[in-house]
């Protein structure tokens, strides 16, 4: 923001306006911001093939899922899986925060499987270099003991 652009507000009746018009802008960007959430839900559900969707659950391999009628944030989900299998550290760091392993703001955990496997220490990893853990087990933890 550039300050020198900022004209002080004159009088409280100008002020009452000003602060109504930004009301009301924002009360329609959020309208908006409703709505296009609310498409985008319905898209995401909607089948990529016309006709009766695979349920996923019924799928026993990877592999099955080829050629089967999914639905879009399905579809969505298959091509991150897709990429960071085939490599692309940015598509595999996108799965272990949407599956709850890279939680923004929980600090560093010992053993963290992504910085493992970009470490690609996985095969020189010696479990009994691994410290133990002797603490009271954190709520929001993932950590087994």
Same mark, same amino acid.
């Given at each position: 923001?550039?300050d020198?652009?900022l004209?002080?507000?004159r009088d409280r009746?100008e002020?009452m306006?000003?602060?109504?018009k930004?009301?009301?802008?924002s009360g329609?960007a959020?309208? +908006?911001?409703?709505?296009?959430r609310? %498409?985008? #839900?319905?898209?995401?559900s909607?089948p990529?093939?016309g006709g009766?969707?695979? /349920?996923?659950?019924?799928v026993k391999s990877?592999a099955a899922l080829?050629?089967?009628?999914?639905?879009?944030s399905?579809?969505?989900?298959l091509s991150i899986?897709q990429?960071?299998?085939n490599?692309?550290?940015?598509?595999?760091?996108?799965?272990?925060?949407l599956?709850? +392993?890279?939680k923004?703001?929980?600090g %560093?955990? #010992?053993?963290n499987?992504l910085e493992?496997?970009?470490?690609?220490?996985?095969? /020189?990893?010696?479990t009994?270099?691994?410290p133990e853990?002797?603490q009271?087990?954190d709520?929001d933890s993932?950590m087994?003991?």
């Amino acid at each position: 923001m550039n300050d020198e652009n900022l004209q002080p507000v004159r009088d409280r009746t100008e002020a009452m306006e000003l602060g109504r018009k930004g009301g009301i802008a924002s009360g329609k960007a959020r309208r +908006e911001r409703k709505a296009m959430r609310e %498409t985008l #839900e319905i898209m995401m559900s909607m089948p990529l093939k016309g006709g009766k969707n695979v /349920d996923i659950g019924d799928v026993k391999s990877f592999a099955a899922l080829k050629g089967k009628n999914i639905n879009v944030s399905e579809a969505l989900a298959l091509s991150i899986l897709q990429n960071a299998m085939n490599g692309n550290v940015k598509a595999f760091a996108q799965i272990m925060e949407l599956m709850g +392993e890279n939680k923004p703001g929980r600090g %560093t955990k #010992e053993n963290n499987l992504l910085e493992v496997i970009l470490a690609g220490t996985m095969e /020189d990893m010696d479990t009994d270099d691994i410290p133990e853990i002797e603490q009271a087990a954190d709520p929001d933890s993932d950590m087994v003991e």
